[in-house]
């Protein structure tokens, strides 16, 4: 099936509203789980990284559960999304603890080159899920990062893998969102069409020029994918 792009932003009030209430805890749960098993891997995981972000952070599901995980690290979750963003600072106001190392802004991450909001070379840990997909060109999202990961910095992903036909989507759609909003099954079935294959992914960051770069399929809708920085 022929990659479709969608909208790069979600900015419809039902799109907010649907994402905010959905329950996506298993799914956020086995993102922080990979994660940790990439550090552990590399023998990173008991370096306390001093600044993450999270890329496309919508209302924040990742980002918390990154501030949770690191108390000690500055956790930054980006959206260009004002709503989304806004969603997320409201949760982040129910709960004091994360007011500590968690904060938001908003921006579109393509931004990020020309605005300069994060120090170059400053960043330790990248994160994002299901963010690449929303890119018209992926090579902004991999400029971005690799203008703002440090040397040694590591970069872990998570997104949607496209299916090779409508038909597969539609089973895909109904097997995982079959009593879910309209306005989830609709965007989870153009999210799928404007996502990328494994090759794709690893295409991209070889070309990018990452270091020990992991792709892999997840299940039968997700692909992770990580890497190091040369610097």
């Not at 938001?104 to 994160?127: A, M, Q, R, T």
Request: a negative charge; proline letters at 4%; aromatic letters at 8%.
């Amino acid at each position: 099936m022929e990659r479709v792009t969608e909208p790069e932003l979600m900015n419809e009030s039902s799109q907010v509203v649907a994402y905010s209430q959905a329950d996506f805890e298993k799914s956020d749960a086995r993102l922080i789980r990979s994660l940790e098993e990439f550090l552990s891997i590399h023998n990173l995981i008991h370096s306390s990284p001093k600044l993450i972000l999270d890329l496309g952070c919508g209302p924040g599901n990742i980002s918390e559960k990154l501030s949770r995980r690191f108390p000690k690290s500055i956790v930054i979750g980006i959206d260009g999304s004002k709503r989304m963003i806004e969603i997320a600072k409201k949760r982040k106001a129910k709960e004091p603890l994360l007011d500590n190392n968690l904060s938001y802004l908003c921006s579109e991450i393509s931004l990020l080159l020309e605005n300069e909001l994060i120090p170059y070379k400053s960043v330790d840990l990248i994160v994002s899920n299901s963010c690449l997909h929303h890119f018209h060109s992926p090579n902004i999202f991999w400029s971005v990062i690799k203008l703002l990961l440090r040397k040694g910095g590591v970069t872990f992903h998570r997104d949607l893998m496209r299916p090779e036909s409508d038909d597969i989507a539609r089973e895909l759609m109904e097997k995982y969102l079959p009593d879910s909003p309209l306005v989830l099954k609709r965007d989870f079935f153009a999210s799928l069409k404007a996502a990328f294959s494994v090759e794709e992914i690893r295409s991209q960051l070889d070309s990018s020029g990452f270091h020990k770069l992991k792709v892999y399929e997840v299940d039968d809708k997700y692909i992770e994918f990580s890497a190091l920085s040369l610097g």
